[in-house]
């Protein structure tokens, strides 16, 4: 069921977030009807959400109540000064194994057997020709059936996750900003307070195979600032989508976070 919420002057304590909508960047003020995220609690004009299909961080649960200002604190165990992620991040793109690319390799190597035969049968004879053509074949047959067969099956969630992570990213409720950590280094790469963030964008792309690679996906998120914007990529598992929504929630409600993909740009 989708809640709505049309605000009035007994709505100040929502009102003075200062939110924006994810979709049109406009302020939300007294007299628009808004939706809010049950996952990441972000706010939409009830246009906007009904623009999104009435769902947000794949899921449409929307909330009963309008959230209370989220404040960011320091508690008293330093256990609970960080929320650090399980899975990590890299700063390029990191794509799951697509077997589409060994099937098409094969068909090309397959087509230049052929041109290939037909021209050793021309200089040494049809029979020379002949075999040249059957050995590159079963080459081809050999590799694209290699290609085919799924890899790392027999590693767990949290190792694939994180085979080709080199950062971590999480939040420090002391510093009040996110910082991104090298994980074998443990040195700090980089520190956005998010006084100074402008926009959080992140989208999940579904890998498209029918092997194993399916249960896995890639998140990808933007961080922009008055004075830079940097992407970072994540594999997970479709069982830590959870993690990531519950992540994000726990992020200042006046963030402009957005659930949009972007195009990656090499910087």
Known sequence: MSHSHTLTEHHQNFLNQNRTDPITGEKIEEGHTVVICAA???????ESWEYLGNSHCDQTETLKFLPLPQTLYLKANDKYTQEV???GFAD????MSNNSGGCFLSIVLGFASIIASS???EIFGGAIGLLSFMLCFMACITFGIISIIPKNRNISIKEM??????LTIYIDYKSKGL???HIKQKVLKSFFAFEDITEFKYHIIYHPNTDIDALYCQLQIRITTRSVSKNYFATIHRDTIPEWSDFISKLPTDLRIINTPFVYELR
Do not use: D, R, T, Y
């Open 40 to 46: 990441c609690k972000s706010a939409f004009f009830i």
């Open 85 to 87: 992620l399980s899975f």
């Open 179 to 181: 910082v991104i950590q």
């Open 119 to 121: 021209f050793i049968g």
């Open 161 to 166: 996750e994180n085979i080709e992570s080199k």
């Open 92 to 95: 390029s793109p990191m794509f």
